[in-house]
């Protein structure tokens, strides 16, 4: 079994039962971003608007996760 941070970034609804912005995911071998956003109370037609930094980098839902990752999920932000 394999943990990582999870963290939600500025103005990302938080569906943690906790309210923490921050917690340690548990996982399998070959989880993507995705699949951890699910099991975390996310909705799939919020995934579009969520962007996930895996260490630092910006990357993809389908990226899977690795043992001891830092994930953060963001929303774009624009302005003008």
Do not use: C, Y
């Not at 999870?6 to 938080?14: A, D, Q």
């Amino acid at each position: 079994m394999n943990s990582a941070i999870l963290e939600l970034v500025g103005s990302v609804r938080n569906p943690f039962p906790s309210k923490k912005r921050k917690k340690i995911i548990k996982f399998f071998d070959k989880t993507s971003i995705k699949t951890i956003l699910l099991e975390n109370g996310f909705l799939e037609t919020e995934l579009e608007f969520l962007i996930p930094i895996v260490n630092g980098t910006r990357t993809s839902h389908d990226h899977i996760l690795q043992d001891k990752d830092h994930i953060w999920i963001a929303l774009p932000i624009g302005g003008g």
